[in-house]
Structures are given as C-alpha cells and as structure tokens.
C-alpha cells in the first residue's frame, strides 16, 4: 500500500513540476557523480555502479526529448579518472565503449537524428574506446536534431592550456595578429567544442562543486547550477525536472534585474535630448521582456518632459519599446 501511494505522490509532483516550467535551457551539462558510491550502498562493485548509471543517462537522453532540450553534455570519464587503479578503469572503458555502440546502432537515436560527439583528450583513450567513438560520430555525423557531448579524458583547465598555448604559438609563428586574439580565437582552438554555451550543470551525489566541468562554456555563460544528493543511478526525472525549475527561477531573477537597471537608467535621462533617448530606446529593444519594454516606456514618458518647443522623447520611446 505505501509503495502504492508513494508512486502515486510522485507521479503527481512530477506533473507539477512540469507545469511549472516553460521553455527551458537549451543545452543540460552533467556532472555524473556517485556511482561507486551507489555501488559499495547496494554491496556491488565499483563497475556495477558504473553499468547502472549508464542506463540513468539513456533516461535523461528521453528526458530532454520530451522537454525540447536541444544539447546534453554528460561527463563520463575525467582526465582525473586515469588515476584509478586498472581494475576500475578498464571496467569502465568497457562500458563505456559498449554503450557508445550501443547508441550509435540503436533506432531511436536514428529516428531523432542525435548527433553524438566526444570532447576532451580523446588520444588518451584506449585504442578500444576511440574507435568506438569514431563509429558512433561517423554513424550520426549527419544530425543535428539534438547533440549529445560525452566528456571523455576531459578536464576544463587542460582545456583552456592547451587553447592558450595554441593561441601563444600561432602569434609567435606570424599565423596570428595579436591584436586578433578574441574569444573565437580561444573558442576556435577548444577541442570539439559544444555547439552552444551551457545554460544549466547539473551535479548528482551531493557534492557541491562543478570539478573544473567546462569552464569557458558554462562560467563564460553564468549557467545556473543544481546540486543533488541523490547518487547518478538514483537521478530521477522529478530530481532532473528540479534542476529545470532552478534554471528557470534563476532566469526570471535576471529579467526581473535587468527590467530593474533598465528603468533606473530610463529614469535618468531627464535632462536628455530627444536623440540621446532614442539612443538609448535603441540599445534597450530586444534585451528585454514585453513587460520590461513597457516598464522603460512608462520610465522614460515621466522622466522626459517635453518642452513647447520639441518632441516628447519619452512618447517616441514609448512607440519603439513597445513593438
């Protein structure tokens, strides 16, 4: 009966929480963590863990299909992992390479046309894995539907020392102007870059850190970030719809900043000119909400008055932000 009602809860606050999230982040980054933790709970080894946790990530590609999520970069194997003992690692190789070919074969990774790539020092790889991923990236090389980034042999400080040292010997060779070193050119030599910048990291297992996990796209970004206790082959959909909620609640913190800043600015262009507060319509339109568009407008109609002599500059405003 209590296991009865217990679903019946869940599957009631499940709902709810998906009612309360709208569109969503775009691109999901995960932090897998408490697998051997799981493991030595349930009185298995360390790979056991692994081997379920490997299902826990084939959900959450499901997950982000229902959810509209475009992009899901999951962190499987970091460059700190090859200080394991080998009898940890090659078991976990050997998943690893059994479920990249199990999701380059499998139907519905065809039917939704994912794209699966792998980011990180991919030479390190067994010779094993990395012919696994060659399979599984030339098999859905052709979609662009979703993209699923497994991080492999990957740590986010190798990554941006190695794009720094790119950048310094492309200068020092003549192939690159100082002056044109920007973020594409760090971003242009980043391997296998994801396509977008991360909006949200998730973290399971109940550490509270985000273990060097794609600095230049996620902290560039601001992503929010998720903590959970449970261990990654606990992770549910309620915990994964939890974390949407705190990236959405984070987002509407940002407008409601951005619609606050941006009036206080509208607010103190009394003494404008009608060209200046044109100006400043101008950079305002398109970064913010309807709501905040219309709270500038209100702004600047009382804080621009119009003379005998000229336009209302506030009026005007109304007009453009108003679109």
């Known amino acids: 009966m209590y296991g009865w009602l217990n679903r019946q809860f869940r599957r009631g606050y499940e709902r709810l ?10 691109h999901v980054a995960i932090i897998q963590d408490g697998n051997r933790r799981y493991a030595r709970k349930q009185g298995e080894d360390a790979p056991e863990g692994h081997r379920e946790g490997a299902d826990t990530a084939e959900q959450v590609l ?6 509209g999520i475009d992009e899901l970069t999951l962190y499987a194997f970091s460059t700190e992992n090859f200080e394991r003992p080998p009898e940890e690692r090659e078991p976990l190789f050997d998943i690893i390479e059994a479920k990249l070919y199990e999701l380059a074969d499998s139907d519905r990774v065809h039917t939704n046309e994912v794209s699966i790539r792998a980011i990180g020092e991919i030479e390190r790889l067994p010779e094993r894995v990395q012919d696994a991923i060659a399979y599984a990236e030339a098999e859905t090389a052709d979609y662009n539907s979703f993209r699923l980034n497994v991080a492999l042999a990957y740590g986010g400080r190798n990554e941006l020392l190695r794009a720094a040292r790119e950048v310094a010997t492309a200068v020092d060779n003549g192939d690159l102007d100082a002056d044109d070193v920007d973020p594409e050119a760090i971003e242009n030599r980043l391997y296998r870059q994801p396509v977008r910048d991360v909006d949200l990291i998730i973290r399971t297992g109940g550490d509270e850190r985000t273990s060097n996990f794609l600095p230049w796209h996620a902290n560039g970004n601001e992503a929010a970030v998720y903590f959970c206790a449970p261990y990654w082959p606990e992770f549910s959909k309620i ?3 939890r974390g949407i909620r705190t990236y959405e609640a984070r987002e509407e913190s940002w407008q409601e900043s951005k619609i606050d800043r941006a009036v206080a600015l509208a607010g103190a262009v009394g003494s404008l000119e009608l060209k200046e507060a044109s100006e400043l319509v101008s950079r305002l339109r398109g970064k913010l909400p309807q709501a905040g568009r219309r709270a500038v407008a209100e702004e600047l109609e009382t804080a621009t008055p119009a003379d ?16």
Do not use: H, K, M, V
């Not at 499901?62 to 959810?67: Q, S």
């Open 239 to 241: 915990d994964f719809l």
């Open 17 to 26: 929480l998906r009612r309360e999230i709208g569109e969503g982040p775009t």
């Open 308 to 323: 005998d002599d000229s336009e209302s500059p506030g009026a005007d405003a109304t007009l453009d932000l108003a679109d």
């Open 62 to 67: 499901n997950w982000c299909e229902e959810l």
